[in-house]
Antibody, heavy 118, light 107 residues
Framework: QVQLQESGPGLVKPSETLSLTCTVS????????WTWIRQPPGKGLEWIGY???????NYNPSLKSRVTISADTSINQFSLKLSSVTAADTAVYFC????????????WGQGTLVTVSS | AIQMTQSPSSLSASVGDRVTITCRAS??????LVWYQQKPGKAPKLLIY???SLQSGVPLRFSGSGSGTDFTLTISGLQPEDFATYYC?????????FGGGTKVEIK
């Protein structure tokens, strides 16, 4: 059974860089999309982007200038970096995994709340 | 970017009711629509993809239909564990966009 687990600081100061890691365990596939999605408190879901098994990435244009998603497949981890954060970036951040389609996501981490505050 | 409009934003229903949630796209998206269920404090759960394909392990009381711009998620015989928020997501083009969500509450 595939499992995902987010890790990283729960508090980030304004203007700094938010960094999260997702560790994937169980299962194996040559075709997968490792994805980040976020949800501000009490609000809806926002797709951040993904990294595909080949290493190619795709980001939400609204965040593209500030986002980097990278992966270390040797240890089954992928990461999110979001620079120049503001209070508007306060959210629960989910990592998720799709197999054949980027947005059909059967596997999710539990989510981690990141608060941007001084 | 494609806008996804869900309706209603919330509804009250009783156990055993048939519930229908609608999602409308601002332009045609073929059948490139996904439905997720989210319970408080939990990650979303995949219910349906390609508008009408039921994800493995999801109860048969959930069904999806539609193509183009108008889509529905139907729960036939609401169960206590179905009280949650439901989101549609278009994966027709990038950036993908979620609907605003429909909260299904107990009447």
């Amino acid at each position: 059974q595939v499992q995902l687990q987010e890790s990283g600081p729960g508090l980030v100061k304004p203007s700094e860089t938010l960094s999260l890691t997702c560790t994937v365990s169980g299962g194996s596939s040559s075709s997968y999309y490792w994805t980040w999605i976020r949800q501000p408190p009490g609000k809806g879901l926002e797709w951040i982007g993904y990294i595909y098994a080949s290493g190619s990435t795709n980001y939400n244009p609204s965040l593209k200038s500030r986002v980097t998603i990278s992966a270390d497949t040797s240890i089954n981890q992928f990461s999110l970096k979001l620079s120049s954060v503001t209070a508007a970036d306060t959210a629960v951040y989910f990592c998720a995994m799709g197999l054949d389609k980027a947005l059909v996501l059967p596997y999710w981490g539990q989510g981690t709340l990141v608060t941007v505050s001084s | 970017a494609i806008q996804m409009t869900q309706s209603p934003s919330s509804l009250s229903a009783s156990v055993g009711d048939r519930v229908t949630i609608t999602c409308r796209a601002s332009q045609g998206i073929r059948n490139d629509l996904v439905w997720y269920q989210q319970k408080p404090g939990k990650a979303p759960k995949l219910l349906i993809y390609a508008a009408s394909s039921l994800q493995s392990g999801v109860p048969l009381r959930f069904s999806g239909s539609g193509s183009g711009t108008d889509f529905t998620l139907t729960i036939s015989g609401l169960q206590p564990e179905d009280f949650a928020t439901y989101y549609c997501l278009q994966d027709y083009n990038y950036p993908p966009s979620f609907g605003g969500g429909t909260k299904v509450e107990i009447k």
